[in-house]
Each structure stands twice: as C-alpha cells, then as structure tokens.
Nanobody, 127 residues
Framework: QVQLVESGGGLVQAGGSLRLSCAAS????????VGWFRQTPGKEREFVTG????????YYSDSVKGRFTCSRENAKNTVYLQMNGLKPEDTASYYC????????????????????WGQGTQVTVSS
C-alpha cells in the first residue's frame, strides 16, 4: 500500500502563491502516476493536474493551466504542486492520488482510476 500525505495548504491573498507537497510512504512513488484533485463542499472532486511516472508528461485542467505547475522528485518520493496567481475560485481542499501503472508516460484524469488518496490539504484564497 501507498500512504499519501499532503502539506503546504493555507490562507493566501488573491495573486499569491502556495506550493503543495504530496509525500508518499510504503512503496516507491516512481511506480505510480500521480494526480491532484480539488473539492469544495457539495461538489464533486475535480481534476486539477496529473503527472506521469517519469515526470515527463503533465496535463492541466483549463482552469489552472498557465498558473499551476506539477512536478515530482521520485528520489524523495514526493510530488509537488506549485500554484501561482491564485484566485478565490481556487479555494478548495486539495488531494493527491496515485495510480499504479506499467506505462511511464501515462496520465489519468478521473477519480476512479486512482487507487490511493491522501487526506487533503485546505487552500483558501481571499479576495
């Protein structure tokens, strides 16, 4: 099993930046594609970005493209989400998730494709 722990959330003013971390334990994260999702009360969990096992492929939702950057350091078993130009509509709980895959370049986009989930970290952007 893989245990995922997110950190780095907090309160920031609009236009500010945060960097979220997703630290894995239990198994090496390099065997997993990783995704970031976010959720607000009463809404479904929304795909934000995904990164392949190798880190060579990333994909972003239109709502964050150009502002967020996902990266990974497999040697540290950690994936990062750098969030710049934050907007009030980015306020949500952010979750990282891992999907076991043979393919080093594969990204997954839906919650059902991910096996392991972290507990989430809250990001609040004030206007």
């Amino acid at each position: 099993q893989v245990q995922l722990v997110e950190s780095g959330g907090g309160l920031v003013q609009a236009g500010g930046s945060l960097r979220l971390s997703c630290a894995a334990s239990g198994r090496t994260l390099s065997n997993y594609a990783v995704g970031w999702f976010r959720q607000t009360p009463g809404k479904e969990r929304e795909f934000v970005t995904g990164i392949s096992r190798s880190g060579g492929t990333t994909y972003y939702s239109d709502s964050v493209k150009g502002r967020f950057t996902c990266s990974r350091e497999n040697a540290k078993n950690t994936v990062y989400l750098q969030m710049n130009g934050l907007k009030p509509e980015d306020t949500a709980s952010y979750y990282c998730a891992a999907a076991n895959t043979y393919y080093t370049g594969q990204i997954y986009y839906t919650t059902s494709e991910y096996i392991y989930w972290g507990q989430g970290t809250q990001v609040t952007v004030s206007s």
